[in-house]
């Protein structure tokens, strides 16, 4: 049983699924970047608020010092403004 979940891609931790999560957000926003030149996604935005939401928790996570040094690095690499 364990294995044909493992096959279908059953995800089997919380910290997998955040994992995964963030990931799956990450290459958005690397998306949108390429289309659009600056990762500043508008809070209020209505093709992307998921993607808006994510990018204003990211900012506050890194304010409050809980975002991971890799993370940072490579939210910095795809030229993520911290300051808005």
């Given at each position: 049983?364990?294995?044909?979940?493992?096959?279908?891609?059953?995800?089997?931790?919380?910290?997998?699924?955040?994992?995964?999560?963030?990931?799956?957000?990450?290459?958005?926003?690397?998306?949108?970047?390429?289309?659009?030149?600056?990762?500043?996604v508008p809070a209020a935005?209505?093709?992307?608020?998921?993607?808006?939401?994510?990018?204003?928790?990211?900012?506050?996570?890194?304010?409050?010092?809980?975002?991971?040094?890799?993370?940072?690095?490579?939210?910095?690499?795809?030229?993520?403004?911290?300051?808005?």
């Amino acid at each position: 049983r364990v294995q044909l979940l493992n096959d279908v891609g059953f995800v089997w931790s919380f910290e997998d699924q955040n994992k995964i999560t963030w990931e799956l957000n990450y290459n958005e926003l690397k998306e949108y970047r390429s289309a659009n030149d600056h990762c500043n996604v508008p809070a209020a935005s209505l093709e992307h608020p998921t993607l808006a939401n994510w990018v204003k928790y990211q900012r506050a996570k890194y304010r409050n010092g809980c975002l991971s040094d890799d993370r940072v690095e490579l939210l910095n690499d795809v030229g993520f403004e911290w300051s808005r």
